[in-house]
């Protein structure tokens, strides 16, 4: 995704990062640090991993308590976008 | 979404930001509760030029989640508190006071030093208000004999005192309110632990769930829970079981139904609510008390410029929990970015995730999946729903661990 800043009606406006697709921003209230026996961390995994998993919560083929849930709620493109903004994130 | 994020949507001469000569756009943000202060933190993210003010009276924050388990004795109350001293190293000022008053036309807050704060766009999370006598009897004043405890801080450590100094074979009584109201599921969970604690310490005790409902979130996951640990020790009295309290008497000590009228040793009453009063202030709340909202950037239905978000938001389907303020609060504010910036937000997609408790280490959990359609917040069919009813002790255990795993992420997420 292109660097958020532009030229717009003699003003300079930087935005800070690159827009998360529709959904990403949301991820952050659970996955954050690592902590023990807790909910894993996302930021920075590799994008196939974590497509991977995304994809397996939405078709039931990989175990979940939770995300199962969440992914249905989502197209595999949009599961996509996700995982790849994600595994850019420090 | 690209395209559309980036389009032109105003001549120079509608843009006030910007026709003050490239000064830095101003954001006000009201309420540090989960969705202002992860509103502020996530506008000074995906807009590190914009200045952006947290308006917050209270020096330290006490988190609702995991506060049933203060009550019940399972938790130090230390775990709850948070403060905004990691505001200013995010680039945020924090004014110390409350905001009185809110002229839209002008755009400008006026705090309770006296100060005035001129913003480009305002962030309203002021969170609830009681509805003080819409219970009858249910006074400000009678929450000191019969604790609330729906906001979080000394209400909380009232209750949990309250409750272990419960008589052997004491009776508790709780009033669930009707829907809306901050946290559905919170007075089940309340339940659930409070009868974990007398199951525990006082054996012979009894908790009666007075209902204004016949139906609440994540009921059969809560009763199966109960027949399973709490037998003979919690009661639910639905709505149409006679459960509604209709009156409260604190002096006397007594709780009123249309059919029965209770003198518990303890009376914990949840009351009606509606948007914090700063939002009734700004005309942002309509008749409901709550404030409708566009969908895509949580403005007010009611009032340009001002944004709602969390538990004083009417956000269609997504319920009133800290999920749901800091989801908002983080698409709200890119949406902001993006108003600043002259450009339409792209469209959301929202998620809420809400664990509770039945007792510590038996979790479950619903979540949910929102996009705008029709003009509110609407839930995404085949997506979401609660944790499987028939789920082993191992999966209970687990959500429960997941569930301090959120909230260490959540609290670090929206106070640093």
Known sequence: MAARGFLLAGAVVLMGAAAPPPGAASCSGCHGAANPDGIPPIAGRPVADLAAALNGFRDGSRKATLMDRLAKGFTPAELQAIAAWWSEQP | MKTTRRAVIGGVLAMPAVARAQSAARVVVVGGGFGGASAARALRRVAPRVEVTLVEPNATFFACPF?????????????QQFGYAHMAAAGIRVIPAAATAIDAEARRVTVSDGRTLDYDRLILSPGVDFAWGALPGYTEAAAATMPHAWK?????LLLRDRLAALPEGGLVVMSAPANPYRCPPGPYERASLIAHYLKTHKPRAKLILLDSKDAFSKQRLFQNAWKALYPGVLEWV??????KVIEVDAAAGTVKTDFETYKPDLANIIPPQRAGAIA????????TGWCPIDPVTFESRLRPNIHVIGDAAIAGGMPKSAFAANAQAKACA???AD???HAIPAEPRLINTCYSLAAPDYGFSVAGVYRPANGVLTDIEGAGGTSALDAPVETRAQEARYAESWFKTITAEAFG
């Open chain 2, 67 to 79: 506060s049933n388990e203060v009550i019940a004795g399972l938790r130090d109350m230390a775990a």
């Open chain 2, 334 to 336: 890119q949406a902001v």
């Open chain 2, 238 to 243: 639905s709505l149409s079981s006679g459960g």
């Open chain 2, 280 to 287: 009734a202030a700004a005309g942002v709340a309509d008749r």
């Open chain 2, 339 to 341: 108003l600043l910036d």
């Open chain 2, 152 to 156: 979080a801080g000394p209400q909380t």
